[in-house]
């Protein structure tokens, strides 16, 4: 009797561990294979353009809250038919050492970091071109470390399988420009009626300068903050440098 209770209590003992272990190594699984889905995607994006983006599921879902046959304004258009007035702008604005880092400017992180912790919230999260694309592609709009964290190796992921041009050229395709308004084409027809090829440089400003709250100016054309940072841009595009 006493070998058999031994034997039961050694059998609970060994279970107890094989649930202990998967209880650990099983999360980690699981991130490992997240990571390797978004490396394989990124790899198909480097000849194929994406569909839809997290962004924009998200965004539509919540149209159709209120519309059920809600639709989002987007046309993918290529490199060369966004003009250069845009790609300046926006680097201008939102990335001004996008030709040079590899994915994260670290410098603006830190600043970032402690704005963040003088304010006891995150307030701002000194974002490349490239970590935006990251959160755009795969992520939720949802402001904490742990994102951030997965923002940054996707960051690194985008910057090692495909070159700047091509990150750009994505990343002007998918980012939001107002409710609903997804992508160069789209925002230039949604604000100007114009195509995106024929952006004039203070048109580009405008819309560089929208990116950070572009549900707010989309509603609110005509703030004094818009027109005073459009003139900002303007000055700072010629020095913008493009990949």
């Not at 993918?76 to 201008?92: E, F, G, Q």
């Not at 590899?102 to 490349?128: C, F, I, M, P």
């Not at 992921?157 to 980012?175: H, P, Q």
């Amino acid at each position: 009797m006493k070998g058999a209770r031994e034997r039961s209590s050694g059998s609970h003992s060994s279970s107890a561990k094989r649930w202990l272990k998967w209880l650990v190594l099983g999360p980690l699984l699981a991130v490992l294979l997240l990571q390797v889905y978004f490396f394989l995607q990124i790899c198909w994006w480097s000849r194929f353009n994406p569909g839809m983006t997290s962004f924009m599921s998200a965004q539509l879902s919540s149209l159709r809250e209120t519309n059920p046959r809600a639709t989002l304004e987007q046309q993918w258009v290529p490199y060369r038919a966004i003009s250069a007035n845009l790609k300046r702008a926006v680097i201008a604005s939102e990335d001004a050492n996008f030709a040079e880092h590899d994915g994260v400017d670290w410098e603006a992180l830190q600043k970032a970091y402690d704005r963040n912790s003088s304010r006891h919230r995150v307030v701002g999260g000194g974002s490349t071109i490239t970590q935006q694309l990251a959160k755009n592609l795969f992520l939720s709009g949802s402001r904490n470390y742990l994102r951030k964290g997965q923002e940054l190796v996707i960051a690194y992921m985008l910057e090692t399988v495909l070159d700047k041009e091509r990150i750009l050229e994505i990343y002007l395709n998918v980012v939001e420009f107002g409710r609903g308004v997804f992508g160069a084409e789209a925002a230039a027809r949604h604000y100007f009626h114009a195509p995106a090829s024929s952006l004039t440089a203070a048109q580009a400003a405008r819309l560089a300068v929208m990116l950070p709250n572009p549900r707010y100016y989309d509603a609110h054309r005509s703030t004094n903050y818009l027109a005073r940072r459009t003139g900002v841009i303007l000055n700072r595009m010629n020095s913008a440098e493009l990949p």
